[in-house]
């Protein structure tokens, strides 16, 4: 029995050379790990060549690496010691045989991360009695907060010094609940938000559709 709408075939891909080397190489568990290990060990001369500033440091999430041999690097970004939000990035260093060893970087936010201050004049408490009102406009059920953490918000526009706080709890349709909710740290206002848990609809062996 079809569960879906008829799809047809994919045509088979005719890759061309120049494009080989840019197909991902399989690594094993050993070959990733000491990937992430070596370039933790050189974070500190990274954040230098990329001209990050004496505050910012990296950790390493990811590497990845292709055919021919360029490697790509996820990293995340603190800020004095606090976690920076949308400061993520990707430095792509191909091999030296092919661009000398040029290294490229794709940035969430190139805004270079800075603020005036790390202590927050708008508190933790009030931070999280914002965010549970937000949650109950949304008409969640029984939320409570589940955490906050001061961080940098860089998802958009200039660096600022934020709370992040995490409502726990069920969303109108019963969906489980963490929405995030990030405040200025200085003014209250609201930043940003959004739902960890995706609602949607499937099917699970006991109950039927979820």
């Known amino acids: 029995m079809q569960a879906g709408p008829a799809t047809a075939a994919p045509a088979a891909h005719h890759l061309s050379p120049l494009r080989v080397g840019a197909l991902e190489a399989k690594l094993s568990p050993a070959q990733h790990k000491a990937l992430i290990q070596s370039a933790q060990d050189r974070t500190t001369d990274t954040a230098r060549t990329l001209g990050l500033g004496a505050k910012e440091k990296l950790v390493v999430k990811d590497v990845t690496k292709d055919a021919d041999g360029t490697l790509h690097t996820r990293y995340e970004r603190t800020y004095d010691g606090l976690p920076v939000l949308g400061g993520d990035l990707i430095v792509h ?42 949650a109950k406009a949304l008409d969640a ?26 409502i726990g709890g069920f969303q109108d349709d019963g969906t489980p609940s963490r929405l995030h909710v990030i405040t200025d740290a200085t003014t209250g206002k609201e930043l940003y938000r959004y739902q960890g848990i995706e609602t949607g609809v499937g099917n699970t062996h006991y109950s039927g559709q979820v």
Request: glycine content about 4%; cysteine-free; charged content about 20%.
């Open 93 to 134: 260093t191909p091999p030296a045989s092919l661009a000398a060893g040029t290294v490229s970087a794709t940035y969430n936010n190139k805004n270079k991360i800075r603020v005036s201050s790390t202590t927050a004049t708008y508190t933790k408490a009030a931070a999280e009695s914002k965010a549970l009102k937000t």
């Open 141 to 166: 059920a029984k939320p409570a907060a589940d955490s906050a953490r001061k961080v940098i918000w860089a998802g958009s526009g200039t660096p600022k010094l934020a709370w992040e706080t995490v």
